[in-house]
């Protein structure tokens, strides 16, 4: 892996955005648990769970033609309809990153969520996320997926914050190259399928343990009044 100079942290941090399945939530074990009953329904063979973390951040219909070495159109569909709400009742906070949101909103940063997910905000939700961020964008809003920049540049778009005053916090590849193609920082969390010096290789400005760490990093960049 070749390693990118990173983009310089920024002097001044008016928000943080987050990619969703395993940055904020680990949702590892779920998924593989119901990709093995569309497996079984389908005929298919099951999957591991190092399986399924080599292709974490990719879009699902990308995910399943990789996992299942081909692709049916009915199967997001089956997936949906079958065990999407199972899949979301398995799906836990990754250890740390509520409070962690809570704080950064504390210090008066907007908070948004981007990621290649469908049906982002059910999740969001039910997990308690939705009600601690500014906005959330998913496949749902019709823009191309990570790693190309443009729901990043949508998202700060409408939250009002230049790319130079926001970082964006992430797990794979695909995070640290569509913060990059958009000229936000990127922050590695090595809660997904790569280790801190991996994310560092591939252009992280930052790289943690995970995002219970990032209000710590950030807070002598915080310029804006603290919320009351």
């Known amino acids: 892996m070749s390693s990118r100079i990173p983009l310089p942290m920024p002097d001044i941090v008016e928000a943080v955005l987050f990619d969703f399945d395993m940055t904020l939530v680990d949702s590892s074990r779920a998924v593989t648990e119901c990709l093995n009953l569309l497996a079984r329904d389908e005929g298919l063979d099951p999957i591991t769970l190092d399986d399924l973390m080599g292709t974490i951040g990719l879009p699902f219909e990308e995910s399943l033609r990789r996992l299942f070495g081909r692709f049916d159109p009915s199967w997001p569909v089956k997936y949906r309809e079958r065990y999407r709400l199972k899949e979301h009742s398995m799906i836990r906070p990754i250890p740390g990153a509520l409070d962690a949101l809570r704080e950064l909103?504390?210090?008066?940063?907007?908070?948004?969520?981007?990621?290649?997910?469908?049906?982002?905000?059910?999740?969001?939700?039910?997990?308690?996320?939705?009600?601690?961020?500014?906005?959330?964008?998913?496949?749902?809003?019709?823009?191309?997926?990570?790693?190309?920049?443009?729901?990043?540049?949508?998202?700060?778009?409408?939250?009002?914050?230049?790319?130079?005053?926001?970082?964006?916090?992430?797990?794979?590849?695909?995070?640290?190259?569509?913060?990059?193609?958009?000229?936000?920082?990127?922050?590695?969390?090595?809660?997904?399928?790569?280790?801190?010096?991996?994310?560092?290789?591939?252009?992280?400005?930052?790289?943690?343990?995970?995002?219970?760490?990032?209000?710590?990093?950030l807070r002598p960049m915080v310029k804006v009044a603290p919320a009351l």
Do not use: F, W
Request: hydrophobic fraction near 45%; include cysteine; charge should be negative.
């Open 105 to 217: 909103r504390s210090l008066g940063l907007k908070i948004g969520v981007v990621s290649n997910r469908n049906m982002l905000s059910l999740a969001a939700e039910r997990l308690g996320v939705a009600e601690l961020v500014d906005l959330m964008v998913g496949l749902e809003a019709g823009l191309p997926p990570k790693p190309e920049p443009h729901m990043l540049n949508h998202t700060l778009e409408e939250l009002g914050v230049s790319p130079q005053r926001a970082v964006y916090a992430g797990d794979t590849q695909a995070d640290v190259l569509c913060a990059l193609k958009a000229s936000v920082a990127p922050i590695g969390v090595a809660t997904g399928p790569l280790r801190k010096e991996e994310l560092k290789a591939l252009g992280a400005s930052a790289a943690l343990e995970s995002v219970a760490e990032i209000p710590a990093l």
